[in-house]
């Protein structure tokens, strides 16, 4: 007998017209169990994201569907801005005291390179926004959070591939918010067993929804490979020799190795975490706190050159590049041991790199300025 709804658990997105935020909607709306609320301030993201998500939901509902299905794929989405705790507030009153199941906080800044010549911004943003979030949270009874944190917490791992037992000692002030805001979260849950946090430690997602309705959409220059490989072959960035930042690494081929996984898998990780925070589920068995981190990644470590190639051969575009200096802040390699979320949450990025590239190089192809082409 298939479950009998009856009625939508209310979730809210941080961040969600974002890149990772609009593919976490969708797969919730996929699931057709919540109702989302979005909050975004568009600093780094359009609205017209949330309205291909919500288009993408309806085209997919079945001829049969119900009421409840329906109301699965509105989204109620807020433009505010996190650090200006009246506006959260305002979204939250909307709901009332326990209207809001649990919240997805997907929202902050994250160029390592600018968090470095504008720290107090990031510490404001990431970490300050964080507490009057959860703050707001506990005033309106909600205790359940997801948390979006990254595998830069790990700083130089010692060792590869990296399990979340791993000290964490981040090296920029962007990653040094993720820590901070992990492990102010990880606190609450030991001042108080009603909260329930799981913190997603993202490895380098990328590619897109298979549709090519949503994707990453990058302002100016992408500073991050992917993207950046895919405006190159669009004919987006003027300049469209690649600059590799350093091949004297100790890796195969001296560049960087990072653990890329699809952003599809990614979104999936969220379902997975936030069906965690559930009151009859297994993962805070035996801890004092119910605060659990996992990784998200493929636990497969890919160099820059090697992820030219497949983008080559998805594009079929000539990259050039040259060798450049190390870029500061980069490590080694970045690897995940993704077999904790495995076990407890059941997590799997079974997508191949050929399929993200596929996926990727089709929402360029389809939207060769990203939004702003609508
Ligand atoms: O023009 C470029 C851009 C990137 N790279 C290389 O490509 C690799 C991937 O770089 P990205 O910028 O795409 O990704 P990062 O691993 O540096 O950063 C990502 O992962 C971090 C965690 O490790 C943070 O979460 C960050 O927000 C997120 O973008 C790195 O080795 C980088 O040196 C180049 O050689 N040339």
Same mark, same amino acid.
């Given at each position: 007998?298939?479950?009998?709804?009856?009625?939508?658990?209310?979730?809210?997105?941080?961040?969600?017209?974002?890149?990772?935020? &609009?593919?976490?909607?969708?797969?919730?709306?996929?699931?057709?169990?919540?109702?989302?609320?979005?909050?975004?301030?568009?600093?780094?993201?359009?609205?017209?994201?949330?309205?291909?998500?919500?288009?993408?939901?309806?085209?997919?509902?079945?001829?049969?569907?119900?009421?409840?299905?329906?109301?699965?794929?509105?989204?109620?989405?807020?433009?505010?801005?996190?650090?200006?705790?009246?506006?959260?507030?305002?979204?939250?009153?909307?709901?009332?005291? *326990?209207?809001?199941? *649990?919240?997805?906080?997907?929202?902050?800044?994250?160029?390592?390179?600018?968090?470095?010549?504008?720290?107090?911004?990031?510490?404001?943003?990431?970490?300050?926004?964080?507490?009057?979030?959860?703050?707001?949270?506990?005033?309106?009874?909600?205790?359940?959070?997801?948390?979006?944190?990254?595998?830069?917490?790990?700083?130089?791992?010692?060792?590869?591939?990296?399990?979340?037992?791993?000290?964490?000692?981040?090296?920029?002030?962007?990653?040094?918010?993720?820590?901070?805001?992990?492990?102010?979260?990880?606190?609450?849950?030991?001042?108080?067993?009603?909260?329930?946090?799981? &913190?997603?430690?993202?490895?380098?997602?990328?590619?897109?929804?298979?549709?090519?309705?949503?994707?990453?959409?990058?302002?100016?220059?992408?500073?991050?490979?992917?993207?950046?490989?895919?405006?190159?072959?669009?004919?987006?960035?003027?300049?469209?020799?690649?600059?590799?930042?350093?091949?004297?690494?100790?890796?195969?081929?001296?560049?960087?190795?990072?653990?890329?996984?699809?952003?599809?898998?990614?979104?999936?990780?969220?379902?997975?975490?936030?069906?965690?925070?559930?009151?009859?589920?297994?993962?805070?068995?035996?801890?004092?706190?119910?605060?659990?981190?996992?990784?998200?990644?493929?636990?497969?470590?890919?160099?820059?050159?090697?992820?030219?190639?497949?983008?080559?051969?998805?594009?079929?575009?000539?990259?050039?590049?040259?060798?450049?200096?190390?870029?500061?802040?980069?490590?080694?390699?970045?690897?995940?041991?993704?077999?904790?979320?495995?076990?407890?949450?059941?997590?799997?990025?079974?997508?191949?790199?050929?399929?993200?590239?596929?996926?990727?190089?089709?929402?360029?192809?389809?939207?060769?300025?990203?939004?702003?082409?609508?």
């Amino acid at each position: 007998m298939p479950e009998q709804r009856t009625a939508l658990k209310n979730v809210l997105v941080t961040g969600g017209a974002g890149y990772i935020g &609009s593919h976490v909607i969708y797969a919730l709306q996929k699931t057709r169990r919540y109702k989302v609320i979005s909050i975004d301030n568009n600093h780094n993201s359009l609205p017209a994201a949330l309205d291909r998500v919500s288009r993408l939901s309806k085209s997919e509902l079945p001829e049969d569907a119900t009421e409840l299905d329906i109301a699965s794929t509105v989204i109620d989405s807020h433009k505010c801005d996190l650090t200006q705790p009246a506006q959260i507030k305002s979204v939250f009153e909307k709901y009332g005291k *326990g209207g809001i199941w *649990g919240v997805i906080h997907i929202a902050a800044y994250k160029a390592v390179g600018e968090s470095t010549e504008v720290p107090l911004t990031y510490y404001a943003n990431n970490v300050g926004a964080t507490i009057s979030l959860l703050q707001i949270m506990s005033d309106y009874d909600c205790h359940r959070i997801v948390y979006s944190s990254s595998a830069t917490v790990y700083g130089t791992p010692p060792i590869i591939p990296i399990p979340e037992t791993t000290r964490l000692q981040a090296d920029s002030p962007y990653g040094k918010t993720k820590v901070m805001a992990e492990t102010i979260i990880d606190d609450l849950c030991h001042a108080d067993q009603r909260w329930r946090a799981i &913190s997603l430690r993202y490895f380098n997602p990328a590619g897109a929804h298979p549709s090519g309705l949503i994707g990453e959409d990058p302002r100016g220059r992408p500073g991050n490979l992917l993207p950046l490989l895919a405006h190159m072959a669009v004919g987006r960035v003027k300049d469209a020799t690649l600059r590799v930042f350093g091949n004297d690494y100790p890796t195969p081929d001296g560049t960087c190795v990072r653990d890329y996984l699809h952003i599809m898998d990614l979104a999936s990780g969220h379902l997975l975490a936030l069906d965690a925070l559930a009151s009859d589920s297994k993962v805070f068995d035996g801890l004092d706190a119910h605060f659990k981190a996992y990784n998200l990644g493929k636990g497969k470590g890919m160099s820059v050159l090697q992820i030219v190639e497949a983008m080559r051969k998805a594009t079929g575009f000539n990259y050039k590049y040259e060798i450049i200096g190390r870029r500061r802040g980069d490590v080694p390699d970045l690897t995940a041991d993704p077999s904790l979320a495995e076990k407890e949450l059941g997590f799997k990025a079974s997508q191949d790199l050929e399929t993200m590239c596929r996926d990727l190089w089709n929402w360029q192809t389809k939207n060769p300025l990203g939004y702003g082409d609508i």
